[in-house]
């Protein structure tokens, strides 16, 4: 029922707001996560959950910016963010736009009052409708998509920002990985220790550009990576 209650608001087209503003220099983002996630998932998109305690906070940016009455376009967003920061405080079954049937199984929100203040609250809507958007929506869909399509080891590539220096066949700042894949005495175990602690000089092409040291690539990963650069030898030699 929930998952239908989420279906029905993507099918809505919704025109992005992105404009990003900060009060006081506080972030949103940064006060959402600390604040409202206890309660709301806030990945986009969203995951849902048998036992989940609130709708996920992009079926909530998106219900109130389409739901909140306005004969004026350009106040919805003002109109919506006002919505959150009256909300948060004082909830109730009267004002929320949840469909009667999410309400009574979730239990209207209890009231965030004295956990938040009206300056946060502002900070945490501008982020929601500058974030949970459509065009973000289909952003982060797309890049799910094309990153399930991949190997594994490529995904952690394109996720390791390894791509920005290294293509599979051409050398950009560093070498090809099939090169690097092709080079004598590269072995896994040779590979994950440069991945993880960086490499120079190795390669003449490289002209004294080093490979820097990927400490927080996680052992398994490492191997992952470096499994994925020799196979790319094999692909060569088919
Ligand atoms: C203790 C759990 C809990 C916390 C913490 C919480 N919420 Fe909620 N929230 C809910 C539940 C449950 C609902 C759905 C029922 C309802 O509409 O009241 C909800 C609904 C809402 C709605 C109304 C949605 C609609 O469609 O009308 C808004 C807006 C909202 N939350 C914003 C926030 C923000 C922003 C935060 C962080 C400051 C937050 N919530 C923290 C439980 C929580
Ligand atoms: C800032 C650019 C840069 C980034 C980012 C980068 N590399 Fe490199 N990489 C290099 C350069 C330059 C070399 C060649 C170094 C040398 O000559 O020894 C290299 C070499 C390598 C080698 C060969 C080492 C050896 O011992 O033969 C591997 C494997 C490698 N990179 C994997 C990766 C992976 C995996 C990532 C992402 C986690 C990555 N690189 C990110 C620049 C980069």
Redesign the pocket.
């Given at each position: 029922m929930r998952i239908i209650f989420l279906a029905s608001l993507l099918l809505l087209l919704f025109s992005g707001c992105s404009q990003e503003k900060k009060v006081n220099n506080l972030d949103g983002k940064k006060l959402?996560e600390e604040?409202?996630t206890?309660?709301?998932n806030i990945d986009l998109p969203p995951k849902t959950f048998e036992d989940e305690?609130?709708?996920p906070m992009m079926a909530?940016a998106f219900?109130?910016r389409s739901f909140i009455q306005t004969g004026d376009e350009s106040q919805r967003i003002p109109k919506a963010i006002a919505?959150?920061k009256d909300?948060?405080v004082s909830?109730s079954a009267s004002k929320?736009?949840?469909d009667k049937a999410s309400?009574k199984s979730?239990?209207?929100?209890?009231s965030?009052k004295g956990k938040?203040t009206q300056d946060e609250?502002q900070a945490?809507?501008e982020y929601m409708f500058s974030h949970f958007t459509q065009k973000n929506l289909n952003e982060a869909q797309a890049l799910e998509n094309r990153l399930n399509a991949m190997p594994k080891g490529e995904r952690l590539a394109l996720q390791n920002g390894c791509l920005s220096c290294h293509k599979v066949d051409k050398r950009i700042v560093g070498p090809a990985f099939r090169d690097i894949a092709m080079r004598k005495g590269n072995s896994l175990e040779v590979l994950i220790h440069s991945i993880q602690n960086g490499s120079k000089k190795k390669y003449k092409s490289s002209k004294g550009a080093m490979m820097p040291a990927f400490k927080k690539i996680s052992d398994a990963d490492a191997k992952t990576l470096g499994e994925w650069i020799l196979s790319l030898k094999a692909q060569k030699d088919k």
């Open positions: 959402l604040k409202c206890q309660c709301h305690k609130a709708p909530v219900h109130v919505f959150v909300y948060v909830p929320s736009f949840c309400l979730y239990g209207v929100m209890p965030q938040v609250l945490i809507a």
